[in-house]
């Protein structure tokens, strides 16, 4: 799954969530170019654009590898929830 959104300025965020289900594994590559392979049984929770003044925060449940674009001025950020 590609997103190929522009980032605004002025947009509000609307996250999606991915849900993998256990046996499978996912990629999608992010509006900003930040690639992602989730692990099976994880979850991530992603704006569908990254708005320009802030920073690119996603929220991860799970395993996950992310290849992160370039962005000197936006970091990207990564909250975490544990697993029960």
């Known amino acids: 799954m590609v997103y190929d ?8 965020l609307v996250y999606n969530k991915l849900v993998v ?3 499978e594994r996912f ?3 992010l509006s900003d ?15 569908v654009a990254f708005n320009k003044p802030s920073n690119r925060k996603v929220y991860l ?23 029960m």
């Open 61 to 83: 449940q799970g395993e996950a590898y992310f290849d992160v674009a370039k962005n000197k001025k936006n970091h990207f950020l990564l909250k975490q929830k544990k697993l």
């Open 27 to 29: 990629q999608i590559q």
């Open 5 to 12: 959104q522009k980032e605004d300025e002025n947009k509000k």
């Open 21 to 23: 289900p256990y046996g």
């Open 33 to 47: 170019g930040t690639i992602v392979f989730l692990n099976a049984g994880s979850s991530l929770r992603y704006p």
